[in-house]
């Protein structure tokens, strides 16, 4: 009973993370009862769970504006998310973690990659300005002989 009880804590879970379930758990059951085997695919189903809605609520979060500077042009997020609700949904839980993963990855260097594009801007109109001055400089010297 108490496996049963778990189980549907997860499903909760997986309702409220919009995750939809994967045949392992239900073919866990029906081939270990409420064993240790089907314990076992309970937790690393929980697990991914657990990891996906940090993630999810991370990617979903309010981002500074060097962080949505960052991710312009970039790698989606949010698609890596929904790779990893497909596998999870497929039952393949390391492709799951992958995706989830990745997507983790994309938005810890959001802000990184927004100070380089906004740095490169700023370095840009700089040369810009410069190059700016020295041709109308020249161009007034050419004007200023004549």
């Known amino acids: 009973m108490e496996w049963l009880d778990q189980r549907d804590a997860l499903l909760g879970q997986l309702e409220a993370a919009g995750l939809a379930t994967p045949d392992r758990l239900r073919q866990a059951y029906t081939a270990y009862g409420g064993g240790p085997e089907a314990r076992s695919e309970l937790d690393a189903e929980r697990s991914v769970v657990e990891e996906y809605q940090a993630v999810a609520d991370s990617v979903n979060g309010e981002r500074s504006f060097i962080q949505r500077v960052g991710l312009v042009g970039g790698p989606d997020p949010d698609a890596q998310l929904s790779v990893a ?6 039952g393949d839980l ?24 906004l ?9 810009l300005v410069i190059a700016a001055v020295i041709l109308f400089r020249r161009r007034a010297s050419y004007t200023s002989r004549a």
Do not use: H, N, P, Q
């Not at 609700?85 to 497929?90: L, V």
């Not at 799951?96 to 927004?114: F, M, N, P, Q």
């Open 94 to 117: 390391r492709g799951a973690l992958d995706a989830i993963g990745e997507a983790k990855s994309i938005v810890s260097a959001a802000e990184t990659g927004g100070f380089v594009r």
């Open 85 to 90: 609700s497909g596998r999870f949904g497929d």
């Open 119 to 127: 740095a490169s801007v700023v370095v840009l109109a700089l040369v």
